[in-house]
């Protein structure tokens, strides 16, 4: 298996998030943290990694129109988002908490990657849900706190990556 996330096309360190990887690549790391945590004792039974729900991720980001906050456009370290809004200094991914936490400590919820959740986008289930928006967009419509992106499972973009989510009990699903 090729790793494409190794060579996005643009230099990242060891803080910078992960890119270039498909749903499905995002739900084998999940499976490979939760084994890898289990065998080391981290993690009991009841207790694995996931992506986030869309649910999960709309509460996240919180009830604010941007993830900043409610006016545009962004203020400048708002976060990393496409340069023709020069809101900040980086050309492609930032390291992961270079700009301020949301209310909820959370950070990076809007802009650097596109984060990849749980659900399908639709009935049809051909498309996975993104959220976040990345550092190459900056049109207001996409920079929306409520903005669906979606794609196929198997499509892999140096704008996309994921967040993981610790289910602390029951099921992974």
């Known amino acids: 298996m090729y790793n494409y996330w190794q060579s996005p096309g643009f230099t990242?360190?060891?803080?910078?998030?992960?890119?270039?990887?498909?749903w499905n690549d995002a739900q084998a790391f999940c499976r490979w943290l939760t084994g890898k945590e289990r065998g080391e004792g981290k993690l009991n039974e009841g207790q694995?990694?996931?992506?986030?729900?869309?649910?999960?991720?709309?509460?996240?980001?919180g009830s604010v129109k941007y993830p900043w906050g409610e006016s545009w456009p962004p203020p400048s370290g708002a976060g990393n988002y496409g340069s023709s809004l020069g809101v900040d200094n980086y050309e492609f991914t930032s390291?992961?908490?270079s700009f301020a936490a949301n209310p909820f400590g959370l950070y990076d919820m809007g802009g650097n990657?596109?984060?990849?959740?749980?659900?399908?986008?639709?009935?049809?289930?051909?498309?996975?849900?993104l959220r976040g928006a990345s550092?190459?967009?900056?049109?207001?419509?996409?920079l929306l706190s409520s903005?669906?992106?979606n794609l196929t499972p198997v499509n892999r973009y140096d704008f996309i990556g994921f967040r993981v989510v610790l289910v602390v009990g029951g099921s992974a699903r």
Do not use: T
Request: net charge negative; with cysteine.
């Open 135 to 142: 550092w190459s967009d900056g049109a207001l419509g996409v």
């Open 12 to 22: 990242q360190g060891d803080a910078h998030p992960v890119v270039k990887v498909s």
């Open 48 to 61: 694995s990694y996931r992506l986030p729900r869309e649910v999960e991720w709309n509460q996240a980001v």
């Open 95 to 97: 390291p992961m908490g």
């Open 113 to 129: 990657v596109w984060q990849w959740c749980e659900d399908w986008y639709d009935d049809e289930q051909k498309n996975r849900v």
């Open 147 to 149: 903005c669906r992106g």
